[in-house]
């Protein structure tokens, strides 16, 4: 659940330019580049175009509100209720001091720093402009700024894991099941417009009409989902696989003209494991592709790097091996396949549960893609 806007006050927090400093470097900077709302808060705050430049020594608005901390509970001072809410601003705020961003503890200032992502951040989608796309799969934030052509002429085909009749892995946490395909679903749609973003064509093969990106914690299960063209999903797990290995083909063979040699099929899960068993995100490759290979070790090292920069430990440990999956050993381009975590391991369901963590796993993986 998020927090109402109405609880806070437009007390934006400001801060001037570093030499070198770019809107995505300043945003990394303050930890605002897990979730796409905060750069295009920044954008609109400024007055500022995708494209801008930052001036040095110039101020500008951060998408971070400035919450006076009234010495008992963030809960209090917020008027919420929700202890595991108030547990990630209490999280947030504490790695800002430890970066040396925030100058104190908000228990000695008595000043709780509350990013846009924490609040209600819906996109405008009433109007689509010369640098932005409509998108209604992608719901709430169907409007889809162009932020750079960096990956012009690219193709990305997105399969996330089972769906319709198939729910994939459950679990049940605190009297809600969680389904696999859900979470896997919305980490893909996070990524496809990240993608579309950043100049790329991206098709979500698999696609829920109701279901656009969510930021709630947990994602209600259904069976409404449908592969691309509308096609109903079988039951039958070898005909599923074989009906999305054939739309992509079909696919792939429309696009060869547009980009010969630029088309790519990442396909996402949830893995699902001993309740005890805490995994981080994993790749398979496929055996004779070495753009495969490249493009998961680059994701492989960008998930390393992130985990020394995020993590406590800064120790990643996922895997990258290769495997003869369907998907893998079908498709007609070079093709890699994620699992996630481990749905049933309460410390690997934070990384999904999470909106926040959803978005940084998409940014994360596109940062490796690209």
Known sequence: ?????????????????????????LLVRYHLDTHACNEEKFLSLNNLSPEASLILDKTYLLPIKQVSFDGK??????????????????????RLVSA???????????????PHHFT????????????????????KYKSTPILSDVLKGKIFYIISGHGGPDPGAQVVKNGHTL??????????????????????????????GNDGIRDDEILLCDRDET???????????????????????????KNKKIAPNGQFLLEIHVDSRHTEQQVDLFLYHQANSQISHQMANNIHNTFREKYKENRSTGVYKGTLSSRELYSLE??????????????????DQQRFI???NRQALANWLFEGVK
């Open 100 to 114: 040396g961003i925030k100058p104190k503890s908000f228990q000695t200032d008595k000043m709780l720093w509350i």
């Open 1 to 25: 659940m998020l927090l109402s806007s109405a609880n806070i006050k437009e007390d934006w927090l400001t801060v001037k330019a570093k030499q070198g400093d770019g809107i995505k470097k």
């Open 354 to 356: 999470l909106p926040s």
């Open 227 to 253: 592969v691309w063209g509308g096609q109903k999903i079988p039951l039958s797990q070898l005909k599923r696989l074989e009906q999305r290995i054939d739309v992509v083909k079909s696919l792939y063979e």
């Open 120 to 139: 209600p951040c819906n996109l405008p989608v009433t109007s689509v402009t010369s640098n932005e796309k409509g998108f209604p799969i992608f719901g």
């Open 330 to 347: 079908n498709a007609p381009m070079p093709a890699i396949y994620i699992e996630l975590g481990n749905l049933r391991n309460n410390f």
């Open 179 to 208: 389904c696999e395909d859900e979470y896997a679903y919305d980490v893909g749609l996070r990524l496809c417009r990240k993608l579309i973003q950043e100049g790329a064509m991206s098709y979500m093969i698999t696609r829920d």
């Open 73 to 94: 509970s963030i809960r209090t001072s917020l008027g919420i209720t929700e202890f595991e809410k108030a547990k990630e601003i209490e999280k947030y705020n504490e």
